[in-house]
């Protein structure tokens, strides 16, 4: 079952965001509360709640995501690289249940996440 989440909102211009990409499968628009100099979220137009649900019909799409960050993240001038992270479910610290990439950059991340 999918419900409606701010990102549908923003997917339909109901609410803003500062949206940097845009095709017909894909949206990518700044975070709200950044964890990075650069946090920009990529999502699927078609909901998908979590990655946990995604099955083989959204192998495509899936892979136009990953390749959209990538762009994405060239265009916001990550040339020293970047972290992409997918967040699933309440052990996962997912709280927005609409699939989404967090590209996070500008600074030198620390691993292992908290
Ligand atoms: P999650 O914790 O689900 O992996 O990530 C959800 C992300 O969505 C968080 O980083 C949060 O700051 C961001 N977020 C939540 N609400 C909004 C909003 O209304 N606008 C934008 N641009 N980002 C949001």
Request: net charge negative; aromatic share 6%; no cysteine.
């Amino acid at each position: 079952m999918t419900v409606d989440t701010v990102f549908d909102k923003i997917i339909r211009r109901e609410i803003p965001a500062d949206i940097v990409y845009e095709d017909d499968l894909a949206l990518a628009f700044k975070d709200i509360n950044p964890q990075a100099p650069v946090h920009i979220l990529v999502i699927p137009k078609q909901q998908i709640v979590k990655i946990s649900d995604a099955r083989s019909q959204h192998r495509d799409l899936l892979g136009h995501l990953l390749l959209t960050a990538q762009q994405v993240a060239e265009q916001a001038g990550l040339e020293n690289g970047y972290r992409l992270v997918i967040n699933d479910g309440a052990d996962g610290g997912q709280t927005v249940y609409h699939l989404h990439i967090h590209i996070l950059g500008g600074r030198s991340l620390g691993w292992p996440p908290g």
